[in-house]
Every structure is written in structure tokens, then in C-alpha cells.
């Protein structure tokens, strides 16, 4: 069964950086996009960042210039370079993966949305 698996969250002061990363394991024939998204209570989940199998990268507004996506994709992992952090960064972040491969038992070529169980950011002084 495909999981991904976070790692790099914590603590940190404003202007301070993290660098969170994930890795997918399990029967996996193909990833497509992976990326970050975070939430904070009472908002809904919001994308960060995401990149392609080519390396094309997405980055919302408010993290342009400070974060930095980046994938390994022999090792079917992806990276998150948090820079100049805020406290308006603060939020659990979530990895996700567009994948294919071992799905309840059966081998697929479908693309499934897989999701890691969030690592907390907490950006305060």
C-alpha cells in the first residue's frame, strides 16, 4: 500500500527556516505531481507548493521568494526549503502525491491523490 511519510517540522523563531521532506513508499509504478499544503483551524487546506515530474513548480503568493520546492524522483521524495519564515506560516503541512501503482491489492494506472498525516510549523518568538 502506497504512504507517504513527512519529516521537518518544529518549532522556529520568525526569520528562522525548516525544511520539511516526504517520501513515498510502497508499490509505486509512477508520481506525477507532489507538493505541500497547509492548514491552519477553521481555514480550509490551502496548496504551498507543488512540482512535477519534469521539475515545474507552483508556489502560492504568499511564500514566492521564500520557499523552495524541490524532488528527488529516484527516491520518490520531495522537499520543502522554508526561508524568511512568519508567523502567518504557522499551520500543519501536509504532503500529498498524484501516484500509480498498488491500489487496494490490484496494480493500477490510475493516478490516486495520496496524502502523508501532516507535520505541525509553528513560526513564533
Known amino acids: 500500500q502506497v504512504q507517504l511519510v513527512e519529516s521537518g517540522g518544529g518549532l522556529v523563531h520568525p526569520g528562522g527556516s525548516l525544511r520539511l521532506s516526504c517520501v513515498a513508499s510502497?508499490?509505486?509504478?509512477?508520481?506525477?505531481?507532489m507538493g505541500w499544503y497547509r492548514q491552519v483551524p477553521g481555514k480550509e487546506r490551502e496548496l504551498v507548493a507543488q512540482?512535477?515530474?519534469?521539475?515545474?513548480?507552483d508556489y502560492a503568493e504568499s511564500v514566492k521568494g521564500r520557499f523552495t520546492i524541490s524532488r528527488d524522483n529516484a527516491k520518490n521524495t520531495v522537499h520543502m526549503q522554508m526561508n524568511s519564515l512568519k508567523p502567518e506560516d504557522t499551520a500543519v503541512y501536509y504532503c500529498y502525491a498524484s501516484i500509480s501503482g498498488l491500489r487496494h491489492g490490484i496494480w493500477s494506472n490510475e493516478y490516486y491523490d495520496y496524502w502523508g498525516q501532516g507535520t505541525q510549523v509553528t513560526v513564533s518568538s
Open positions: 512540482i512535477t515530474g519534469g521539475g515545474n513548480t
Open positions: 510502497g508499490g509505486i509504478s509512477s508520481i506525477r505531481t
